[in-house]
């Protein structure tokens, strides 16, 4: 997955493409609680809600389907040297690494 995220004033930003398509991210952050709320959107198909906390440099969490499908994510940035540099803006840039669970997480 090739993914950009940007955490300015509450505010979650980027876009990203993976096996599955290119897709846009929008949601919201508390820097209080280190809790982050997101929906990846790929255009003309679905939408994946993430729901996570930030952990040290990375962020980990569940992410959902509506009731099809849901499993565990965790997401870091890159290290100097592992890919492209991020870019100075007034926020926060994250150029990041991520591992979603392909198998889904049963409850309880």
Known sequence: MSLHLEFSEGRVTGEGDDDIGSFQVRGRYDA????CNWTKTYP???EVVYHGYREGKG???R???GLLAHGG???WPRTTGEGDEAAESAGEVMLANAVAGNEPVRPG
């Open 32 to 35: 209080g609680s280190c809790e």
């Open 59 to 61: 962020i980990w969490g």
């Open 63 to 65: 992410w959902e389907i």
């Open 73 to 75: 994510f965790h997401i």
């Open 44 to 46: 003309a198909s679905h």
